[in-house]
């Protein structure tokens, strides 16, 4: 019962999580292009970089989940998921942050 309530849980915190990360990202731009002394196109690329994982990475997403479970896959797309945003959180330069923005936008598109 309570792998059960586990399960749900994770299941019910999907949703939020990939529009909280999917939106999150352009309202912060131009604060970052300051941070990073970066032009704002090149910020930019961050949030394409991760829309383009996003849709690329759906098809691979769906033969695991027919392979190995949806359960599964679920997890550990949210896993790789919490990794890419706390990455991303602690990027330290530009060329970090682009890439754990395709991390992230990669494992979200599963949940």
């Given at each position: 019962?309570?792998?059960?309530?586990?399960?749900?849980?994770?299941?019910?915190?999907?949703?939020?999580?990939?529009?909280?990360?999917?939106?999150?990202?352009?309202?912060?731009?131009?604060?970052?292009?300051i941070?990073?002394?970066?032009?704002?196109?090149?910020?930019?690329?961050?949030?394409?970089?991760?829309?383009?994982?996003?849709?690329?990475?759906?098809?691979?997403?769906?033969?695991?989940?027919?392979?190995?479970?949806?359960?599964?896959?679920?997890?550990?797309?949210?896993?790789?998921?919490?990794?890419?945003?706390?990455?991303?959180?602690?990027?330290?330069n530009?060329?970090?942050?682009?890439?754990?923005?395709?991390?992230?936008?990669?494992?979200?598109?599963?949940?």
């Amino acid at each position: 019962m309570i792998k059960q309530g586990l399960n749900v849980r994770l299941l019910s915190a999907g949703p939020f999580v990939t529009m909280v990360d999917r939106f999150a990202f352009a309202p912060v731009l131009i604060p970052i292009a300051i941070d990073f002394h970066a032009p704002l196109g090149a910020v930019a690329i961050g949030a394409t970089a991760y829309y383009l994982a996003y849709g690329l990475a759906q098809p691979l997403w769906g033969f695991a989940s027919d392979r190995f479970g949806r359960i599964r896959v679920m997890r550990l797309s949210l896993a790789a998921t919490a990794a890419g945003c706390a990455l991303s959180a602690l990027a330290p330069n530009l060329g970090l942050l682009i890439a754990a923005r395709i991390v992230d936008g990669a494992a979200v598109c599963a949940i």
